[in-house]
């Protein structure tokens, strides 16, 4: 398998990047130029999704829930990488196209990066679309 891998790592401060260098050892030694303080053009996000198969999440440890990376994965078919426990939880979840890792010991399996986005059914998929949302919220 091969391919093109895009980082952007993006810290939404500065301030945010000292605190963590200064209270987690682990991260002592990240330099700030590896790291960005404004998020990505528009431009260049939207050109790079389309570009790729398989998205990588990482949910803040204090989130609960979705993160808006796992409804835009959803909606383009794109296969997941997380570390958020709470997708297994959803009637979208399917082991073909999301893969729950462990933050600090991330396994990949080969297969899982190989295998195809398996579709799911039509209803689920509408049920998360911003139609449906829309109409919730505003109902």
Known sequence: MGGVCFIWFYFPSI??????????KKFRSARIRNFHFTPIPMAEYLTNYAKSRIQIDMEDVNQNGLTIRTIEALGAKKKLITTNQYVKEYDFFNENNILIVDRYNPIIPTEFLNAAWSEIPVEIYKKYSINSWLNIILA
């Open 15 to 24: 301030i945010s990047y000292y605190k963590l260098k200064l209270s987690n």
